[in-house]
Nanobody
Framework: QVQLVESGGGLVQAGGSLRLSCAAS????????MGWYRQAPGKQRELVAR???????QYADSVKGRFTISRDTAKNTVDLQMNTLKPEDTALYYC?????????WGQGTQVTVSS
């Protein structure tokens, strides 16, 4: 079992920045994949960025060059630095981990970008 708690969401103007953080209840060192997804009203949940245990990163095309995913194994956290935010980035952002053939999700943190 892995519990995930997100923080760092909020309201920001277009062009601004936010940093999301996800704290895991256990060591993330051996977790297969950690990442962030988002879901806007009326839309399906989509991948934003993810990081494998081999430090391979993957980003959605819509956020490449603006968002950066990173992890801190000492703190058991995975962060998402979001720069040059756009109104279309508005969504509920979820932390996700995949380990031992199981998937775990956080409760989500709201990001709202005003134009």
């Amino acid at each position: 079992q892995v519990q995930l708690v997100e923080s760092g969401g909020g309201l920001v103007q277009a062009g601004g920045s936010l940093r999301l953080s996800c704290a895991a209840s256990r060591s993330i060192f051996r977790l297969n994949v950690m990442g962030w997804y988002r879901q806007a009203p009326g839309k399906q949940r989509e991948l934003v960025a993810r990081l494998t245990s081999g430090m391979i990163t993957q980003y959605a095309d819509s956020v490449k060059g603006r968002f950066t995913i990173s992890r801190d194994t000492a703190k058991n956290t995975v962060d998402l630095q979001m720069n040059t935010l756009k109104p279309e980035d508005t969504a509920l952002y979820y932390c996700h981990v995949h380990v031992a053939a199981a998937d775990y999700w956080g409760q989500g943190t709201q990001v709202t970008v005003s134009s």
